[in-house]
């Protein structure tokens, strides 16, 4: 198969993605979609099995109704393939979505959606068939491979660019949140841990699972500090202090020295890709003209 067959199968694949997500998206506004979306809230939290997968989230079963048949059903999580929360009590609302006549095979999280999140896959396969194109048309078409670059380079520091504004406003959000929170007394119930693989071996890193009762009387579970890399840096039994927001207790930190930004490193790569991007694009356009 010649050059130019690929890229055009590949943006008919690309193309082809996102009309499938895009339609996937728009059932849900019809008299009988194919997927539903459910408020639903937690109705028990249990401590994870030492060793469990840190992808697997917490343990946890929740209640919630059934659209299409009205009927109220207790489904539980199991190994992360039902979603995965890190931060949990008893009576915690929550977001399902399941598929038509199949709402075992549920998929959990703190939050619904937004419409730019439900329609991200769709974007990415649309930008990627736009790509694909690009490169076809100015190197098959035309051989300039320098304005495929170019094209190809500007396109992913918008997204980028895109991706790095949602992450700045999570961490306002966040941090506006835990701004004058209270802090209390915490407990670490147990350790989870995520599987590193190299070409010799498997190593391990940790997460601790904290335990703590809000001045509200809720008693929360959630997840934090990571990156543990030994089971001893903080065994269970450790008692430390929590910081939580009153108005949303699945949003926690912890006292000096397992403070954390979960949005720092994030925001920093993605503002060190965004100029590399650009640098490069520029370099490129700059050589072409």
């Known amino acids: 198969m010649s050059g130019n067959a690929v890229l055009l199968v590949l943006a008919a694949a690309f193309g082809a993605w996102a009309v499938v997500e895009a339609v996937w998206y728009a059932t849900r506004f019809t008299p009988a979609p194919v997927a539903y979306s459910a408020d639903s809230r937690v109705v028990r939290v249990d401590v994870p099995l030492p060793d469990t997968d840190q992808e697997h989230g917490l343990p946890v079963a929740v209640a919630l109704q059934d659209p299409s048949t009205g009927q109220e059903l207790t489904l539980r999580t199991a190994d992360g393939k039902?979603?995965?929360?890190?931060?949990?009590?008893?009576?915690?609302?929550?977001?399902?979505?399941?598929?038509?006549?199949?709402?075992?095979?549920?998929?959990?999280?703190?939050?619904?959606?937004?419409?730019?999140?439900?329609?991200?896959?769709?974007?990415?396969?649309?930008?990627?068939?736009?790509?694909?194109?690009?490169?076809?048309?100015?190197?098959?078409?035309?051989?300039?491979?320098?304005?495929?670059?170019?094209?190809?380079?500007?396109?992913?520091?918008?997204?980028?660019?895109?991706?790095?504004?949602?992450?700045?406003?999570?961490?306002r959000r966040r941090r506006a949140l835990l701004e004058g929170a209270p802090t209390v007394p915490a407990e670490v119930v147990s350790l989870m841990r995520e599987a590193h693989h190299n070409e010799e071996d498997v190593t391990y890193t940790y997460t601790a699972v904290v335990s703590f009762t809000t001045h509200e009387g809720l008693t929360v579970i959630g997840t934090g500090p990571s990156g543990l890399t030994n089971q001893d840096d903080i065994p269970v039994g450790t008692r430390l202090h929590v910081r939580y927001s009153p108005a949303d207790p699945a949003t926690i930190d912890f006292a000096p020295p397992y403070y954390s930004d979960p949005y720092r490193a994030l925001t920093g790569w993605i503002v060190t890709t965004i100029v590399l991007g650009a640098l490069v694009t520029l370099f490129v356009v700059h050589a072409l003209l």
């Open 82 to 171: 039902n979603g995965a929360l890190y931060t949990a009590w008893e009576g915690m609302p929550v977001w399902v979505r399941f598929s038509s006549g199949e709402p075992s095979a549920f998929r959990v999280q703190n939050r619904p959606l937004g419409r730019g999140q439900e329609l991200s896959r769709a974007y990415w396969a649309a930008v990627l068939c736009a790509a694909v194109l690009l490169v076809r048309f100015t190197t098959v078409q035309h051989h300039s491979y320098g304005w495929a670059w170019a094209g190809f380079g500007y396109g992913l520091t918008l997204l980028l660019a895109y991706g790095c504004v949602g992450a700045v406003r999570r961490r």
